[in-house]
């Protein structure tokens, strides 16, 4: 398949493209995947192909080069150059035509001229015709330029291309184009005539590339009369060959297209297709860190652009996620009050009509999407969720937090807005953003009292369908519910009840353990929500519902699941369940034995979660909240039942064994435990934990606790067969 642009003079069939009377090269249309690179706008004809009589001056033998080929038949190259050679030998003069071999040029394009009409193409004529074209080049003719626009014409058709590298036209073109004593008109036929003959044409590619013609090239893709031009050029040069793109990206195009792009010449331009394509070219061997430090705000920029293609501002969104990978463009980003920008390209994503040219995002409540065909769709979807990952990181950097703590500015204004959206990826998009500011208690609080943010969540929990857009709420929440003063109200708005939908082995992992993990923060040192947790299924009481409650369901989780991280997450819920439960600060003495009632018969597994946490060895914390959480439970005679039937399983009692004299071969711990059965040791949070000797004297207290309780409190055969090992034990 060619994938080239053909640079060409005409428009292509069933385009139409309005050339003005400016010397930049016209817009140049898609055709197919193939681009034919136009010639100037100011002369869109081919020269006349008779030979002009003496008689004429140089201005009417330039006039009578110009027909139309909208009215003319196309004929032979070498007839139309032999015109204008002779039109500059006569007027101009300084022409030495005369072949090496005797011949005059006349004789060798005749022949030339008789071969081409049957399909031919003569490469000693060509280089004949060179040199005629460096003579004319070092005497600066007027009439190269005609002569040049003719060949540029010619290497559409492919079957020049190679003809031309063979005979020196292809090296002729690129010294016009390297030359600063040559037109801009002459330089963009120049262009025409390298771009065509480098189109599908290795071997052209290979002499632009060691001559080290290409970074020259990329030069006048910054000069505004050949930008238009030069970058289909290069794209030519680039596409499908692998060595001119490495010395292209050694040379900097990328940084060269950035800067084109910032200076805007390539707005409302279908060469903008191409920069795109070749930032595609070198996004695999980006060092961001060589480009202009606005390079993100440029991107974004020109992919807001009205009327952009959907493939072009992906294409810019690659980019400036890939520069957004480095923290610097991200500070910069932070710096500049830039953020707005790429928020603005998502409105733009959904409403391509929207009016983006104020500070302030427009609000998209009364503003209608656009149908799309799916493939675009597709790729908008990519690139939105790209780009908001790349959001993600730079809205987790303090500098952002500081700026936006006061909840108070425009931005911020926006995207809580944006969480009632109809649209997944702008509530992802707020979700993410606004949850990265969550980071403080005073910020989690102003969101739950004074903004009511969590309200607005907990109903996206209960409507949306969106993975994503769920596991980022789920997140969010877990933020807002660190503060214990937003606990009651996140509980009051109906957080508990909302998140176990999730709770479920048929939802994603991910989400499945945001769900626990945000039960986890709501129940820790807060009664009421731990009642809610606690509360049945269903208050009908001959529903078999009403016999199981919201842990029921996280519990269950647990036993069905195999990741590891949900099991340790669900956990982790049970012991803060047992904690609250136990808390003499919480609950008084007579609605505790109530509470622990109801939640061991209801709850026979219970014991399950903690016996995998004591179980394993990979987090120590973890493991010991599980001993603090067990020896709770023995305290009373229906919990020590449940941990007697866990700690029968090889595993926990090997892992109590190991908590009291230490691992297998271990001396043992020289630390004298307690034998208290009221004064349980709190397990230590990793942050205070500076060395896993502390946690294991914390873990050994606990664990003996744990037995001196089931000793006071055993119960059944089972419990008596374990008699003898616990009374070793201590």
């Not at 016209?26 to 193939?34: C, G, K, L």
């Not at 710096?335 to 609000?363: C, E, H, M, W």
């Not at 109906?494 to 991910?510: C, I, K, M, N, W």
């Not at 020590?640 to 009291?660: H, M, P, R």
Request: net charge negative.
């Amino acid at each position: 398949m060619d994938h080239t642009h053909s640079i060409s003079e005409e428009p292509s069939s069933g385009l139409h493209v309005e050339y003005d009377n400016s010397h930049e090269a016209p817009a140049t249309p898609f055709e197919d995947s193939t681009s034919l690179i136009p010639t100037s706008s100011h002369d869109q004809t081919t020269p006349n192909l008779h030979i002009i009589g003496s008689h004429k001056s140089l201005e009417e033998s330039l006039a009578a080069l110009s027909i139309s080929t909208a009215t003319q038949t196309p004929v032979s190259m070498f007839r139309a150059l032999a015109s204008i050679f002779q039109a500059s030998q006569m007027h101009e003069g300084g022409i030495i035509l005369n072949q090496p071999n005797g011949n005059e040029i006349w004789t060798v394009l005749h022949r030339a001229d008789e071969t081409e009409n049957q399909g031919e193409r003569d490469v000693p004529a060509l280089r004949s015709v060179r040199g005629v074209l460096d003579q004319m080049l070092w005497a600066r003719s007027q009439l190269l330029l005609p002569a040049t626009r003719i060949m540029a014409d010619a290497s559409r058709d492919p079957s020049w291309r190679l003809p031309f590298g063979e005979g020196g036209i292809l090296t002729f073109a690129l010294a016009a184009v390297a030359s600063n004593d040559t037109s801009s008109d002459l330089q963009v036929q120049s262009l025409r005539l390298v771009g065509n003959a480098c189109a599908d044409t290795d071997e052209n590619r290979h002499r632009v590339v060691s001559n080290h013609c290409l970074q020259m090239i990329m030069t006048r893709m910054e000069d505004p009369r050949l930008t238009t031009v030069a970058v289909p050029v290069v794209y030519n040069i680039c596409t499908d060959y692998e060595p001119a793109q490495q010395q292209a990206n050694a040379g900097g195009l990328n940084a060269t297209v950035i800067r084109i792009l910032e200076s805007e010449l390539l707005n409302a331009s279908p060469a903008l297709s191409y920069a795109c394509r070749l930032l595609d070219l070198g996004l695999d061997t980006l060092d961001p860190l060589q480009s202009p430090e606005n390079s993100v705000e440029v991107l974004l920029k020109a992919a807001i652009q009205h009327g952009i293609d959907v493939d072009d501002c992906a294409s810019l969104v690659d980019a400036a996620v890939t520069h957004l990978q480095v923290e610097q463009f991200q500070q910069h980003m932070i710096s500049y009050d830039l953020f707005s920008i790429p928020l603005k390209l998502l409105v733009r994503s959904y409403f391509p009509q929207a009016n983006l040219t104020g500070s302030r995002l427009p609000p998209i409540s009364s503003m209608s999407t656009v149908m799309r065909e799916p493939e675009e769709e597709a790729e908008l979807s990519r690139f939105r969720k790209s780009l908001i990952s790349s959001l993600s990181d730079v809205t987790s950097l303090a500098n952002f937090s500081f700026r936006h703590a006061s909840l108070n500015t425009p931005l911020i204004e926006s995207l809580i807005k944006w969480l009632t959206a109809a649209l997944p990826q702008l509530q992802l998009c707020s979700c993410i953003v606004l949850g990265n500011l969550a980071q403080s208690d005073q910020v989690c609080s102003a969101m739950v009292a004074r903004l009511h943010l969590h309200k607005d969540l907990i109903l996206i929990l209960r409507s949306s369908s969106d993975s994503q857009v769920v596991h980022s709420v789920l997140g969010f929440l877990r933020n807002l519910a660190l503060p214990q003063g937003n606990k009651d109200f996140m509980g009051d708005a109906g957080a508990v009840e909302a998140l176990t939908r999730f709770l479920s082995a048929d939802s994603l992992p991910q989400v499945a353990h945001g769900a626990a993990a945000l039960a986890r923060q709501l129940v820790n040192g807060n009664l009421q929500n731990t009642k809610r947790l606690l509360a049945p299924l269903s208050a009908d009481e001959e529903s078999p519902a009403s016999s199981k409650t919201y842990l029921s369901l996280l519990i269950a989780l647990f036993e069905k699941t195999d990741d590891i991280t949900i099991k340790t997450e669900a956990a982790r819920v049970v012991a803060a369940v047992l904690r609250c439960v136990h808390s003499s600060t919480l609950v008084d003495s007579s609605a505790k034995d109530g509470m622990l009632l109801r939640l061991f018969l209801l709850h026979p597994n219970i014991g399950t979660p903690l016996g995998m946490m004591v179980s394993q060895s990979k987090y120590p914390i973890i493991r010991s909240e599980g001993w603090f959480a067990m020896a709770l439970m023995a305290r009373s005679t229906e919990g020590a039942a449940i941990i007697s039937n866990i700690i029968s399983d090889v595993k926990v009692f090997t892992a109590l064994e190991e908590a009291i004299r230490g691992p297998s071969g271990s001396s043992g711990s020289s630390v004298a435990p307690s034998t208290s059965t009221t004064e349980l040791t709190t397990p230590i949070s990793a942050e205070f934990s500076e060395q896993s000797r502390d946690m294991r004297t914390k873990d050994r207290e606990n664990a003996m606790i744990l037995v001196n309780e089931l000793l006071q409190n055993r119960v059944g055969l089972q419990f008596s067969d374990l008699h003898i090992p616990f009374d070793f034990l201590l």
